[in-house]
C-alpha cells in the first residue's frame, strides 16, 4: 500500500517547515511567506496557508515545492503515514 498524505493544518506544516530552518518572513490574510537562506546563500521562499485543514492538492503542492528546497526523503515523514 502507497503511503497517503497526512492531513495536516497550516500551523503544523509551519512547524514541519521550521524544523527545516524556514521561518515566517511576511504574511497577507491566511498566505504566509517563509523564507530561509541556503548555506550557499541563495534565499529560498515558501508561501502557505493557515488553514484549520490543508486540501490534499494544496498539501501534495506544498511538499513539492519545499522539495525543490529540502530532500524528499527527510520531507517525506513529514508529510506522509507509513
Same mark, same amino acid.
Given at each position: 500500500?502507497?503511503? $497517503? &498524505?497526512? @492531513?495536516? #493544518? ?6 514541519? *517547515? ?14 504566509? $511567506? &517563509?523564507? @530561509?537562506? #541556503? ?6 521562499? *515558501? ?19 519545499? #522539495? ?6 527527510? *520531507? ?7
Amino acid at each position: 500500500m502507497s503511503p $497517503k &498524505l497526512k @492531513r495536516l #493544518s497550516g500551523k503544523e506544516v509551519l512547524s514541519i *517547515l521550521a524544523k527545516f530552518g524556514f521561518s515566517v518572513h511576511a504574511q497577507k490574510g491566511s498566505h504566509v $511567506k &517563509l523564507r @530561509r537562506t #541556503s548555506p550557499s546563500g541563495t534565499i529560498q521562499t *515558501l508561501t502557505i496557508v493557515m488553514h484549520d485543514e490543508l486540501d490534499i492538492g494544496t498539501l501534495h503542492a506544498i511538499f513539492r515545492q519545499a #522539495s525543490r528546497f529540502v530532500p524528499e526523503e527527510q *520531507l517525506r515523514g513529514e508529510f506522509y503515514s507509513e
